[in-house]
């Protein structure tokens, strides 16, 4: 299983690993600033998680700002009967995608290519038996 950290950011919980990119309400970063989430609430490493009460102190993970976007449009309306009242309105939230780069306490190295030796199979030679016909006299 892969190493990775629950982590609460503006008020939202995300479960993260190195490499993935997550989408957070907009904040104000530049494109390639470097972003540190210190609120880290658990932690699993090869096998051992750690849970904080409420956060893990001296624990973070580190983010590189990739872009700023706005969501596609989310179309809502009024409807008042008997009126020919209608009201059609728009929403696009503002947002941030943060890739992450870096979890402290957390071992991120590749695991390294083991070589197994070819098993050597023989395979033992079949003898058929000559099938003897008997004769009738």
């Not at 939202?12 to 957070?24: A, C, L, N």
């Not at 849970?51 to 590189?64: A, F, W, Y």
């Amino acid at each position: 299983m892969n190493n990775y950290a629950i982590v609460k950011f503006k008020s939202k919980q995300y479960r993260v690993s190195v490499g993935d990119v997550i989408d957070v309400d907009r904040i104000n970063a530049d494109i390639g600033d470097f972003v540190k989430i210190e609120d880290v609430m658990f932690l699993y490493n090869d096998g051992q998680a750690e849970i904080g009460t409420p956060i893990l102190p001296g624990k973070h993970v580190s983010g590189k700002v990739l872009n700023h976007y706005q969501s596609p449009k989310k179309i809502s309306g009024k409807y008042k009967n008997k009126t020919r009242n209608r009201k059609r309105f728009g929403y696009r939230k503002s947002l941030t995608s943060i890739q992450i780069v870096e979890i402290s306490d957390v071992n991120n190295k590749p695991k390294a290519k083991t070589t197994t030796k070819a098993k050597t199979t023989t395979k033992a030679k079949t003898t058929t038996k000559a099938k003897t016909k008997k004769t009738e006299n």
